[in-house]
C-alpha cells in the first residue's frame, strides 16, 4: 500500500463519538494510511496526544451558543450547517495539492456529522460511515420511525414495560428516545439523519459479530452495504489518549493501596447529570454499603450545580481511605487495575467495552439514548452487571453494591464477564474475526481509493 494514500475523519465533537474515531484513525494508520481529522472547533481533540495525524479544526460557529445537553441538537444542527463549507474547502485543497498531501482513499464520518454525505458526492469521493453505538441501536431507530410511520406515538405509560415485536429482548422503555411523551418532529428528522447512510459504501462496527451477529444480520438486509465490525477499538488500536478532559492519575496510587477486586469504580461518562438528591443518596449507598469505591464526580452536574456541594457534611471524613473522590479518571487505566472488581456505569458503548475487555462486571445505570439498549443487553441479555432501576435511594445503592462486589450473584457475573473478555481478546488476535474484518476493511478502502480520479 502506497504511504502516500491517506484517509479523512470526521468526528462528532462529544467524547463518546470523538473517541472511537481517532481509536479508528490509529488503527488504520498501522496499516499504512495517513490520518487527517477534520473536526469542529467545539469540543476540539488535543493534537498533541496524536502528533502523527494532522488536525483540521472546521469553522462552526457555535461559541456563543448554550451548549447544555438540552440545547445538543441546536448545537448539532449549527455545525452540520457550518461545518459543510469548509470541508469542502479542505477537500478540494487537499485534490489540488496530491503531491502534497497523498491521494484521498475515502472519508470516514460519523452518522451525526450527516453534512459530509452532501460534500463529498458534490466532489465525488466515496465515503464510509462509522457507527460509534450498537448495531441493536441502530435497529431500535427502525422501530421508532415504524411506529411514528403508523401514528402510534406518543404510546400511553402503560406500554412502555411491553416487549417490542421483532425486537427480543427491549421494551419500549429502551428505546433511543422516551416514547409515551411528545416530541418535537426535529428529533424525529434528526434520527432519520442520523440513521441513513447516505452514499456511503460501508459501515465500521465498534463491536464483534459474536455480541450482535443477529441485529447486523438484520441491518445489513436494510442497508446493503459491507459490514466491517472491528471492535473492541481500542485494543485493536495502539495506545493513544483520547479523553478531552484533564485525567487525574493520583487514583492509581491510592488503588495501589487496595485488595484485588475490592474497589468499585463509580463513573457515569462526560454528559450525564445528577441532581442534588441523587447525588447525596448516592454517596450514603456508598458509605453503607461498606466497600471501597473510586468514585469520578465531576465540578458540575445538573443545572450548574457544584456536584461537591451536595456531598453530605463531612463526607471526605467519613469515608476515610475506603473511598477516592476525582473529577475524571483515566478509565482504562483503572479499569485494568487488579484492585477494580466492579463498575457503575451509565453504559456508555466504550464504558462496556472497555469493561468487558478487563473482565469487570457493571452496575448499569442509563441515563439517555442508546444508554438503555446498552443496559438491557449487559444485565439481561448477556448477564454481565446488574441493573439499578428507579429513583436513587441510599437502600437501592447500598444493596446493589453489595449484591455485586460480595454476594455470590456479583461473583457469578464476573465470572461471565471473564468469559467474555477472552472472547474480546482473541477477536482482536491474528486470525480473530476482527482481525480478519480489519484486514478486509483494509483491502476495502484500498480498492475505493483505486477507483478516484480527480
Known sequence: MSV???VVLVPAPYQGHITPMLQLGSILQSRGFSIFVAHSEYNSPDPSNHPSFSFIPLPDDVADLDKSFLNSLNVLDAINANCKEPLRDFLVQMMENEKLHGQIACIVY???MNFVDEVVNNLQLPSIVMRPNTAAYVRAHHTVFQLLAKNCLPLPESQMEDDVPNLDPFKYKDMPLPLSLEMPERVFDFMKETYEIGSSRAIIWNTI???EHHHLSMLQQIFHVPFFCLGPFHKM???????LLKEDNSCIEWLDKQQPNSVLYVSLGSIVAMDDKEVMETAWGLINSEQPFLWVIRDIFANGAKANAQLPDGFEEIIGERGCLVKWAPQKKVLRHSAVGGFWSH?????????ISEGVPMICRPDFSDQFINSRYVAHVWNM?????????RGKVEEIVRRLMVDEEGKEVRNRTIDMK???QESVEKGGASYQSLNQLTD???SLSSLISY
Open 110 to 112: 460519523d452518522t451525526i
Open 209 to 211: 459479530d459474536e455480541l
Open 422 to 424: 477472552h472472547k474480546f
Open 347 to 355: 453504559c456508555g458503548w466504550n464504558s462496556i467495552l472497555e469493561s
Open 385 to 393: 452487571g446488574l441493573e439499578l432501576e428507579g429513583p436513587l435511594e
Open 4 to 6: 502516500g494514500r491517506c
Open 444 to 446: 476495502f478502502i484500498s
Open 237 to 243: 488500536a495502539p495506545p493513544s489518549k483520547t479523553s
